[in-house]
């Protein structure tokens, strides 16, 4: 019976086990939306590392025309084949296009690991070392 109108109804009341089961429902929809939300942010952050990739490699290819002309000019400029160590620039240049491979190396590795199933909060640690040293 209700108590405003003194009539019977035909509703259950809400036992545990209901409550528990509808618990267990938004658990699991909470954790799908999780999943769904990591998987959002590692593809997104794979996105990204592709696009450094090109751009790292399109400087360093950008480094090597650089080179090559500074080389070229110094040919030029002397009577004999120049040492590449006194070619004003060459050692900077060098030194720019190794930075550049241990970066593309870096995120290469990070590409590698995230697409393994790591998480996009966790940089690796020992690529990122590496990469620091070198610059």
Do not use: C
């Amino acid at each position: 019976m209700t108590a405003d109108t003194g009539q019977q109804t035909d509703e259950a009341p809400n036992t545990g086990t209901e409550a528990s089961a509808l618990e267990r429902i938004w658990q699991e929809i909470r954790d799908i939306t999780r999943q769904v939300e990591q998987e959002a942010r590692r593809n997104g952050r794979l996105a990204s590392l592709h696009l450094d990739v090109r751009n790292l490699r399109r400087g360093r290819s950008e480094q090597f025309s650089r080179l090559g002309n500074l080389i070229y000019r110094a040919q030029l400029e002397s009577e004999r084949r120049p040492t590449l160590s006194r070619v004003e620039g060459y050692d900077d240049l060098i030194v720019q296009i190794q930075a550049m491979d241990v970066r593309i190396e870096t995120v290469e590795a990070e590409i590698a690991r995230l697409r393994t199933g790591g998480s996009p909060y966790e940089p690796p640690k020992a690529a990122n070392a590496k990469a620091e040293s070198a610059a």
